[in-house]
């Protein structure tokens, strides 16, 4: 019934099941459902246990329509162990939504039944008012209603996108007043995911609402519905350090192998990446001064830890204050840590230089010594001096190793970091502005892969082949330039992201490689529609 096109947490689809339909979801449904059916017990959400059981054994027969449109109606109480998926239903009904949105259990079953069911298939939520529409989506939720704008109408009350506003106007006034509301909020909706940024408007919709809020920070989204960089800038408000996209970074740049042992501590700058800024072009300069290779590792929030070889693949904006919550103070020094504990596995032995304004040193904690080259203002005519002196010194001991192979080690890092695995062999060929990567065939040079505007690399079938199975689709015919429909799809890694690049393999024979359009857990699922966009065949 539905062809997702687009992921941000929530999504966007398309719908199939009329062909002259142009809609796309989220959006108000356009068939009839009988919710409950008439013939049905509806299970009280506190209902005891046995009584739920026995209720849904007796409903379980009513709660399916098979017709043209098929569904399944969702309602077993609190008990989302009760809940009994038929497969591949066009659309499963959440009934009960009042009881369940200020509830723990509602992170139990919406999210339960996305997860299990297939991505073509919609789950429809009645009676949702306009504050509750940008969470329910950011849960997978596609289709709502005006049940909620009628029945607040005939109390009276006039809908805005947040609260419900007392009213003396006529029914069909407020009605119709409600409904627009509606349909703007499901409007908002589709920009954000467009523009990636439907957390920031959950964020702004459940911060008035101690229960929706309670529920948005329980609950813990796919990060395989989360593309690894976006072309948008993330705006961070609260809650900074356990967001889905620095979650997502985290749990790939953990592993990250510096290639010196000499680091350099830089603070964060508002414009990014940071290196085109004015302050990290004075570092920049100061550190070339010298032919040492050092790692450049800027201390940040809501991020962490961010090496230069990753710069590009943080984009945010957050608000500056100055000073740092306890959270932040923790989580920074904690991949801090981490960090040079790889650097000391590696190396023994760390230098570590903290060129960092005043409040950025009073929050480090770190075991380690470190030398402070910093008078308070990092960008001063002395700081910038005490840095170059420093590194001077320290040059005159270091190993002999190029900043042009720190170049090359850099790229296999951000290899290891999008794709899992290394794929750069050491006599690579890095070419041009627009960065390219080459090999030698014989007298051929063959082109691996490019970076493109996010930072990240963009594969050839020859990189797809140095790459081996990694991020891995796997297809039971020989696949052309163009799209791979879930007709031929045979098998997904999990772990593949939407917009990831994916080796397209059949037999253990890699094929050509590709675009992911959805995470690999949802193209195990899915029955029909496009899966990846294939660039390139062998």
């Known amino acids: 019934m539905l062809e997702p096109i687009l992921y941000d947490i929530g999504r966007i689809c398309k719908e199939k099941h009329d062909s002259n339909s142009f809609s796309t979801t989220p959006k108000i449904i356009e068939f009839d459902i009988d919710v409950p059916p008439l013939k049905t017990l509806k299970i009280p959400f506190d209902a005891p246990r046995e009584v739920a059981e026995e209720l849904v054994k007796l409903n379980k027969s009513e709660y399916l329509r098979k017709s043209e449109i098929s569904y399944q109606i969702i309602n077993a109480g609190k008990y989302s162990d009760l809940i009994d998926i038929e497969e591949n239903m066009d659309v499963y009904v959440i009934s009960d939504l009042r009881q369940i949105i200020k509830r723990r259990e509602m992170i139990e079953i919406i999210p339960k039944v996305r997860e299990i069911i297939s991505p073509n298939s919609g789950i429809y939520v009645p009676g949702a008012m306009p504050l509750e529409i940008p969470l329910l989506v950011y849960m997978g939720a596609d289709y709502f209603d005006y049940s909620s704008a009628s029945y607040y109408a005939a109390q009276r009350y006039k809908f805005s996108k947040n609260r419900l506003i007392k009213s003396e106007e006529d029914f069909e006034s407020l009605k119709t007043f409600n409904e627009s509301i509606i349909d703007q909020v499901l409007e908002e909706v589709k920009f954000c995911i467009e523009s990636g940024s439907l957390r920031n408007l959950v964020e702004e919709t459940t911060i008035s609402n101690p229960y929706l809020r309670s529920n948005y920070r329980r609950f813990k989204p796919e990060l395989t519905n989360i593309p690894i960089s976006k072309s948008n800038k993330i705006i961070v408000t609260i809650d900074e350090t356990k967001i889905p996209e620095v979650q997502k ?112 040193l009073e ?28 590194l001077k010194e320290l040059d005159q001991t270091a190993d002999s190793k190029s900043k042009r192979a720190q170049r090359l080690h850099n790229y296999q890092e951000l290899a290891k970091f999008q794709l899992g695995k290394n794929f750069l062999p050491e006599d690579v060929m890095i070419k041009g502005r627009h960065v390219k990567f080459f090999i030698k065939e014989g007298k051929n040079t063959v082109q691996l892969a490019s970076i493109n505007d996010n930072g990240l690399f963009v594969l050839t079938s020859q990189g797809g082949e140095l790459l081996g199975k990694t ?45 992911a359009l959805m995470g690999g857990k949802e193209m195990k699922k899915a029955t029909h529609g496009v899966l990846v966009n294939i660039r390139h065949v062998k």
């Open 363 to 390: 929050i480090l904690d770190i075991d380690e010594d470190y030398i402070i080259s910093s008078d308070g203002n990092p960008t001063s005519d002395n700081s910038l001096k005490n840095l170059k002196n420093i």
């Open 249 to 360: 970074y985290i749990e790939r740049a953990k592993n990250y192998e510096p290639y010196t042992n000499v680091i350099i501590l830089l603070p964060c700058s508002s414009k990014k990446p940071y290196s085109y800024s004015k302050s990290h072009q004075f570092f920049i300069n100061a550190i070339n001064s010298v032919r040492m290779p050092v790692e450049e590792l800027i201390l940040t929030s809501p991020y962490g830890v961010v090496p230069r070889a990753l710069e590009r693949l943080v984009d945010y904006d957050i608000p500056v204050t100055g000073e740092w919550s306890a959270d932040e103070i923790e989580f920074i020094n904690k991949y801090l840590k981490n960090y040079i504990e790889i650097a000391k596995s590696k190396f023994e032995e760390v230098k570590i230089i903290a060129h960092l304004p005043e409040h950025y």
């Open 471 to 515: 991020n891995w689709v796997e297809v039971d015919f020989n696949v052309k330039k163009g799209s791979l429909f879930a007709p031929g799809f045979k098998d997904a890694d999990e772990a593949v992201s939407v917009n990831d690049e994916v080796i397209i393999v059949k037999d253990n024979e890699i094929l050509g490689v590709g675009r």
